[in-house]
């Protein structure tokens, strides 16, 4: 399906001059805690840090510059059952492209998938297969980004999200099957996707491999569920599972027992959102201490804008409370329960205490998660963190590519 063929008119972003200002102003007008004593970042983001970022934001970012890079793609907006969307693609170059539709998650954003959309779409220009080449979909969740705003649809969630996205891409654009990836909540998504319309899959890969149901009950908001520190583990063990669970912690918690009692500070100040969000960026990627050795000031500041510029930061967060809420139910009895042929891609920094990387598939194939997949790829590296097509790019393609082969 070529650019002249595709069935919507394109719509490039483009954000008005006075949210820019009104921006501006907010970030200029902060009141500013003390932070006393968080040199460590022991209490949460760091001031000066923040300060920096916030300086930088006003004084050196250029949005613009940002909205023409971000322009390169085609992108279209859509409305599915009142449900606004976004979303961004390019043409695959190749005898015959796979449609492939990515799925992000929270805190991403659709640009979060940037650095593997060209190399997904046109293999040949980088010493790929043009045979292996996909025509790239690249929607923006419900509620988050441009596909917004959202508000007649406050129980939006993960498989709800799923089937729109199947609407989008038999109904709207007119595939007869496609391919599916995504992490994150993108990965629930994309699993239920491969759960419920199995047979207009040519596969799916994931970046996790989460049972459908892990929203689902009374303690959805703990990650560890309510389960008790083993006792007589090594001290090293206890620890790495202290650090994985407060990892979580704050997030899961907030997110799906007390998301729109947040949302109000996070709406109103910018500053607040973008500590907000940096924590998380911090705290799950693999950056060795520095942040801007994964995200540089710009990448944050671009994730960043287009939250705030789209006020989406309340109903991206409320996704995690109506997974809860509005619990997953299976669509059919089968087994696997996720019948499309799955790949899944595992990385280091995310590995379970007292698990290691050389250990890692092993671990999954003896855990009860194993049995919800019809598993035909797995790949574990060493390096990376929660952000894996934007942490570890080459990686990502190369384990979703060896997914697809041979499936075409």
Known sequence: ?????????????????????????????????????????????????????????????????????????????????????????????????????????????????????????????????????????????????????????????????????????????????????????????????????????????????????????????????????????SESIRLQILEFDRRFASHLAVHVLDPGTLVYGLSDSPVGMLAWILERWVRWSDNKGNIENVFSKDDILTHATIYWVNNAIETSIRVYANNNRYPWTPAHNRLPVIEAPTGITFVGYENPPGITTENRVQNFLESDRASWYNHVNIAAHEQGGHFIPWEIPGEWVDDLRRTFRGRR
């Open 1 to 233: 399906m070529t650019t002249a063929s595709f069935k919507l008119q394109p719509s490039p972003i483009f954000v008005p001059d006075e949210v820019l200002i009104d921006l501006r102003n907010r970030l200029q007008s902060t009141r500013w805690p003390l932070d006393a004593g968080n040199a460590d970042w022991f209490y949460g983001v760091n001031r000066n840090y923040l300060e920096e970022l916030v300086d930088y934001w006003v004084n050196e970012f250029d949005w613009r510059k940002t909205e023409k890079a971000i322009n390169v793609y085609e992108h279209y907006k859509v409305n599915i059952d009142g449900v606004p969307l976004h979303l961004m693609r390019k043409p695959g170059v190749g005898p015959d492209p796979m449609p492939l539709i990515l799925s992000h998650g929270w805190p991403w954003t659709f640009w979060h998938w940037s650095k593997v959309i060209d190399p997904l779409a046109d293999p040949g220009s980088f010493g790929g297969d043009p045979a292996e080449a996909f025509d790239v979909i690249v929607p923006s969740l419900p509620g988050f980004g441009f596909s917004t705003p959202l508000p007649n649809n406050p129980d939006m969630n993960f498989w709800k999200i799923a089937d729109l996205w199947h609407t989008l891409m038999t109904d709207i654009l007119g595939y007869t099957k496609y391919a599916a990836a995504g992490c994150d909540v993108g990965a629930l998504v994309t699993g239920q996707l491969g759960h419920k319309y199995c047979d207009e899959l040519y596969a799916i890969h994931i970046g996790s491999a989460l049972k459908l149901s892990f929203f689902n009950g009374d303690r959805a908001w703990d990650f560890s569920g309510g389960r008790p520190i083993p006792e007589n583990i």
